[in-house]
Every structure is written in C-alpha cells, then in structure tokens.
C-alpha cells in the first residue's frame, strides 16, 4: 500500500513539471561558483556575513561547490550598494525609540562557459529598537537588522537565479 502511495506522489510531481531550485540553478551557475565580495568599508562585519551567507546558500540550496576564481563554473560578485536607518517611531520626548534599516545589494552573476551574465539588484529592510540606556545594545541590534535585510535579499536572489536558469534553457 506504501508503494503505490509513493508511487502516486512520485507521479504527481513529475506530472506537474515540478524541479527542484538546484536543477533550474545549473543552467545559471553551472557546478561550481566562486564568490566575489567587494567589501563595504562602513560595515566589514555586515560583508562578512553577507559572504558567509552565500556560501551557505550555494552549498545548501544550490548544491554547488565553493572554488578558485580560475577553476568556477560562475562567478557571482556581490556589493553592497547602500545601507540607511530611518526614524520610525519617537517617544514623547522626540527620541528615537525604533529604526528601519535599509539595504541595497546588487549581485552579478557571469556564467564562464556561456559567457552570459546578468546583474541583479535587490533592496531590503528591517526594523530594530534603540536602547537610549546603552548604546553598544543599539550598536547589536543595528548589525541584526542589516544581517536581517540582507538574508531577505538573498532569499529573493534565490528565485531570481532559479527563474533566469529556467529561462536559460529556453534559448
């Protein structure tokens, strides 16, 4: 009875058209990629973990090895553009009581074996508190809302490269 209810899932997805974001990845990235952060000065921690992110993604969700610039498949280069906080939220005093940090992070993606390349712009926010006791708890949540931000432009970039791999096919 378990067989034919597999088989019947089984049947499903394939009917369906439905592929996993790795096969649709391959068209785009190939099997390899190599990561090129160019490093915001302003916020080196931020890049770092924008980078480590990355690697994360294209290992986890990619399936795709981490190489050397010559040996990659692809090279995917990643700044970030911009980042700003605004006022969203004031006390009775006029004090600042919430922030919304915001964040721009283009991403080029250059295929080597195809020589196709596409660039990628992404914008995010996220909100944090201020702590008018301790500026260092600020300085912590400021960081946590751009990683934040951040991983939210990398989930678009996820759909982003499924979707141009799929239409890489096309052609």
Not at 25 to 39: E, F, P, R, T
Not at 96 to 123: C, D, H, M, P, V
Not at 133 to 143: E, G, M, V
């Amino acid at each position: 009875m378990m067989r034919y209810f597999i088989c019947l899932i089984a049947l499903i997805f394939y009917g369906c058209g439905y592929a996993p974001v790795a096969h649709y990845s391959q068209n785009a990235l190939g099997d390899s990629v190599y990561i090129d952060l160019k490093v915001n000065l302003a916020n080196t921690e931020n890049s770092v973990q924008l980078r480590d992110l990355l690697y994360k993604v294209m290992v986890s969700r990619f399936q795709k090895e981490i190489k050397g610039k010559e040996e990659a498949d692809s090279i995917v280069s990643v700044v970030i553009k911009h980042i700003s906080d605004s006022s969203i939220a004031t006390d009775k005093n006029g004090f600042t009581t919430f922030y919304r940090a915001n964040i721009t992070i283009e991403f080029e993606i250059k295929n080597k074996s195809t020589g196709q390349g596409k660039t990628l712009t992404n914008s995010a926010y996220y909100d944090y508190a201020v702590s008018l006791a301790d500026p260092t708890i600020t300085y912590n949540n400021r960081l946590e809302a751009i990683a934040e931000a951040s991983g939210q432009c990398v989930d678009r970039l996820i759909s982003q490269i499924a979707y141009y791999g799929k239409d890489m096919r096309k052609q």
